[in-house]
């Protein structure tokens, strides 16, 4: 367990302590020529200024502590208020910054006594010539009511100072933490999606593979009886089982390990399913425009699926998120090579800055998702200001 001491004292970087420690010497130094000028106790005192301000962030309760010893002696030994008295309430608002619990506490009450004696011990140590004097009485007393106000009023504000930089630097910190917690949100929103749009995948990829082994598995029996008698035939069942069985691993290698096991059946879509997705939308009150450039390659299922889901994501987005009454411009890129898909709308008004924001969107990641799984990549461009273009470039092999 830590000891009083240590609980009392900060840890400080190395940086930290060599700062303070030259501030304590700059004051130390500058109020020097003052002290030699007065009594014969405030050189000493000045070399506890010194290390009372070194101290001042790494233990504000003991640098406190050592500043009073050093007044209570200054004052004992008559000596009057100096320069080096600064150090009171620079010590005063680190007890407030820094101090915790009953230091602040502390650093509130000294201020509060130690304003009410000091003035009037600077009164008294002023005025002794004139103590005796029943006229000079009532000046006494209000001159000592006014330094006893002044007082307190300094060396109170010295601590509300450092307790109003405390709240500030909790209200920033606080301000910190929740912006952590929103990132943090965020990332988990966005992996739910990447994991839900997995789930899809699982169950697109789950109707690809059933079908090109059911292919497979037909063939293979039928060229048990065709083999002997018909050799061009055979050819053909082996090509048709090679070719399929080819289509249905590059697909199985879409898969994550994460990915259910148990999935819903039912047909997938795929390129010849496209101008109904076009359709469908301009039913619904969206305006596109469709392009179909060169010729569609024969792509595998899987990165079929994938392109149908991309496009239909894209005008989704489209429609919620872009101008009612301008066209979605939809563009099919084929060749040898592979496909491209380029959506690009006019964005409304009411939609959020794509430039800035790209990653909050739930569909985004989605389709991000489902380009890299193909093998494939997926750009967003909102350069153009005005303009969203969403564009998938899904390779053939």
């Known amino acids: 367990m830590r000891t009083t001491l240590e609980r009392m004292i900060r840890a ?29 106790i405030e050189p000493w005192v000045v070399l506890v200024v010194w290390g009372s301000l070194s101290l001042r962030r790494a233990s504000p309760g003991i640098a406190l502590t050592i500043s009073w010893v050093a007044v209570i002696a200054q004052m004992a030994f008559g000596a009057s208020a100096n320069a080096y008295n600064v150090a009171i309430p620079i010590i005063l608002y680190a007890t407030a910054r820094y101090g915790d619990g009953w230091v602040r506490w502390y650093g509130l009450i000294s201020a509060v006594v130690g304003g009410l004696v000091a003035s009037a011990y600077t009164v008294l140590v002023t005025n002794t010539g004139v103590t005796a004097n029943a006229e000079a009485l009532p000046i006494l007393v209000f001159a000592t009511v006014a330094g006893a ?32 917690a929103r990132q943090a949100q965020s990332l988990a929103e966005r992996a739910t999606v990447v994991e839900q749009e997995r789930g899809r995948i699982a169950r697109d990829m789950h109707d690809v593979v059933a079908h090109s082994l059911a292919v497979v598995v037909a063939q293979a029996d039928g060229a048990r009886y065709v083999h002997k008698g018909d050799a061009d035939a055979l050819a053909r069942t082996l090509e048709t089982v090679s070719d399929t069985a080819r289509h249905a691993l590059g697909d199985v290698r879409l898969l994550l390990s994460e990915l259910r096991h148990e999935q819903e059946a039912g047909p997938q879509p795929g390129f010849a399913d496209i101008d109904n997705l076009v359709e469908t939308m301009r039913s619904a009150g969206l305006m596109v425009s469709y392009t179909l450039v060169g010729t569609l390659p024969d792509l595998p299922t899987g990165r079929q699926i994938a392109a149908y889901r991309i496009m239909q994501e894209a005008l989704t987005n489209a429609m919620h ?58 750009d967003i461009d909102a350069s153009t200001p005005g303009w969203f273009r969403v564009i998938a470039r899904l390779p053939i092999a």
């Open 321 to 378: 998120h872009g101008e009612p009454h301008r066209d979605v411009e939809v563009t099919v890129v084929g060749s040898d090579a592979g496909v491209e898909l380029i959506v690009q709308n006019v964005v409304g008004q009411s939609a959020p800055s794509r430039g800035t924001d790209l990653s909050r969107g739930h569909g985004l990641p989605g389709m991000r998702e489902r380009a890299t799984l193909a093998g494939g990549t997926l």
């Open 149 to 180: 106000t002044a007082g307190v009023v300094v060396l109170g504000l010295s601590w509300t100072l450092g307790q109003l930089m405390r709240t500030a630097d909790a209200a920033r910190q606080a301000g910190y933490e929740r912006f952590r």
């Open 12 to 40: 400080l970087l190395p940086r930290q302590y060599a700062i303070d420690g030259a501030v304590g010497a700059l004051v130390a130094l500058l109020c020097l020529p003052f002290a030699l000028r007065g009594n014969f």
